[in-house]
């Protein structure tokens, strides 16, 4: 398992961030082409409530409102399958494994000091299974003032907190370690290319040379397969065919690109193919299991560290510093999952032709899931009017009265009422990145 996020951060107007996670229809692009992808399963929403979210993000003075992250999980972690119908231990796993990312995101900061956020699978590429989270840019301090607050920033110390919080995860279910030697790529390329190219392969799309940065990433993702030996010979002629040259080589990087071209039109290649590292050695592996086992002692100091800074910078020292009791939140977690995907779901009527709990529960469920994706649809749809409204064209014959009315209030998962309001005082405020630098 690995955890990875998503550059986006903002929320324009009409942008509504719980669609993409959410959505059981999706729209990529491949190349030159766009096309509209039906996720069978669709989606699942273990937590929170996405319009409780989408008001929050409205109603924030923040330049950046939200961040989004995906656990992406291997084929040999859990089988997607088993987890959407119901498997306890997979389910117990995940529920872990959410609990304590949030932990650490928001070290020290109570719950009730926290904004909405939601949790949702995309189980939908075949024996994988990915866990999307989308939670605020934010937090209540102390004194109930919301206060910008960055659970990522872009410094190596938290690169290295999310890597113990990786670690542990791995090291306790015998998850795939990414960071193992046996594992790691002979060519990477940067995400949003894999991303594009791996869509491509799934649908059986072939770039050329016209597409010459996705006709590379291809070329050598297929080189990626072959001996070391061949892989030299084989780079040299896909950057031939691009009219690529080679710019600058680094003892773990090379960038390729036109000669004449800018820093835009470059590719930054990485891997064992291309620092000269070679198949793992068994010394590697040996040392990167004796890391693996720090790291509870990393994930704890990592808390640590960033529950000082947000006691001291937003509770007023106050807040209490009680460290999350990681063998009990692995074995036995404070957060509770839906029992399986929804869509798994079968009424089941007892013999005297009454229904049963089962049943119930289950009509329950899906009825609750249905308001949740209407309330997702409506919220992108009124985010979509107010910018046709901003842009002056003429809305008069369209009365958004009954939308507005459906989404001010919806159900949650815990069967309270929301509004999804968040209370005054949301000016904007700095970022600091010094927490954990």
């Not at 399963?41 to 929170?48: H, I, R, S, Y």
């Not at 972690?77 to 928001?106: H, M, Q, T, Y």
């Not at 070329?219 to 990626?224: E, N, Y």
């Not at 008069?396 to 968040?422: H, Q, Y």
């Amino acid at each position: 398992m690995r955890v990875g996020f998503s550059k986006h951060k903002q929320a324009a107007d009409g942008h509504d961030p719980t669609v993409y996670p959410l959505s059981p229809m999706i729209e990529k692009s491949f190349g030159n082409r766009r096309e509209v992808f039906v996720r069978n399963p669709q989606p699942e929403l273990l937590l929170g409530s996405p319009a409780a979210v989408v008001a929050a993000i409205r109603e924030l003075n923040l330049q950046n409102r939200y961040r989004a992250a995906v656990m992406t999980f291997a084929g040999s972690d859990l089988v997607p399958n088993a987890f959407n119908s119901g498997c306890k231990a997979a389910r117990r796993a995940v529920a872990a494994a959410i609990e304590l990312f949030l932990e650490l995101g928001f070290a020290g900061v109570p719950r009730a000091n926290r904004l909405p956020h939601i949790v949702g699978t995309h189980t939908h590429v075949p024996g994988q299974l990915e866990i999307n989270l989308l939670v605020l840019h934010a937090i209540r301090n102390a004194k109930g003032q919301v206060r910008s607050v960055n659970i990522h920033p872009p410094t190596r110390g938290s690169e290295k907190d999310f890597e113990a919080f990786e670690d542990l995860l791995n090291l306790h279910f015998g998850w795939a370690d990414p960071r193992c030697p046996s594992r790691a790529a002979r060519i990477k390329l940067p995400d949003y290319l894999h991303k594009e190219v791996a869509e491509a392969e799934r649908h059986g799309v072939a770039f050329d040379t016209s597409q010459p940065k996705l006709f590379l990433a291809q070329s050598l993702l297929r080189l990626g397969n072959e001996p070391a030996a061949d892989f030299e010979a084989g780079l040299s002629s896909v950057l031939e065919a691009c009219g690529y040259v080679r710019l600058k080589k680094s003892s773990s990087s090379l960038i390729v690109g036109p000669e004449a071209g800018t820093v835009r039109d470059t590719v930054v290649l990485r891997g064992r193919y291309i620092d000269g590292a070679g198949p793992a050695e068994d010394e590697e592996i040996a040392e990167r299991k004796v890391e693996m086992g720090t790291a509870p002692k990393r994930f704890l100091a990592a808390w640590h560290k960033r529950a000082a800074y947000n006691r001291a910078t937003f509770g007023d020292d106050t807040w209490d510093l009680i460290a999350p009791d990681i063998h009990s939140v692995v074995e036995r977690p404070n957060l509770t999952l839906p029992a399986c995907h929804h869509n798994t779901y079968t009424p089941v009527n007892s013999p005297g032709g009454t229904q049963s709990a089962r049943s119930r529960k289950s009509k329950k469920k899906k009825k609750r899931t249905e308001v949740v994706t209407l309330a997702t649809r409506l919220n992108a749809a009124l985010g979509q009017l107010h910018s046709r409204m901003k842009a002056g064209l003429d809305l008069s014959r369209f009365d958004a009265a009954p939308l507005i009315a459906f989404t001010a209030t919806k159900e949650i998962d815990d069967g309270t009422e929301t509004d999804g309001r968040i209370p005054p005082g949301c000016g904007a405020d700095r970022t600091d990145q010094r927490a954990y630098a």
